[in-house]
């Protein structure tokens, strides 16, 4: 399946560059946690195209491009409840990050 697993690994490449774009645009650093996480959340997205190809196969079945990127709207609750369950980590641990980086330079000057 190599015109399948090029297909989603240039779908993630051109997300990751676009993210260094992005930042290289903007310049400031404040953007890239913001698009680190769309960039994790479209991932399990993506993910579920190269599942649905693996499926396709074990089953004997031609795995086509068409049938992988159709096999991401079928499941859409179960889909979005995983990308809110993400999001929600995602934010927590961003949360955390900002917290601990605000008091890193407190608990420093402490001593």
Known sequence: MPIISAFYGLCFTAAAVAIVLLVQWQGTHLVIMPSLVVYMLIGPFLALG???A????EKGHKPSLFHSMKAIGRNSTSQWAFAVLLAVAMIFWMRIAALLHAL???CKALP
């Open 50 to 52: 190269l599942y649905d």
């Open 54 to 57: 693996a499926w396709e196969r």
């Open 104 to 106: 890193y330079h407190q």
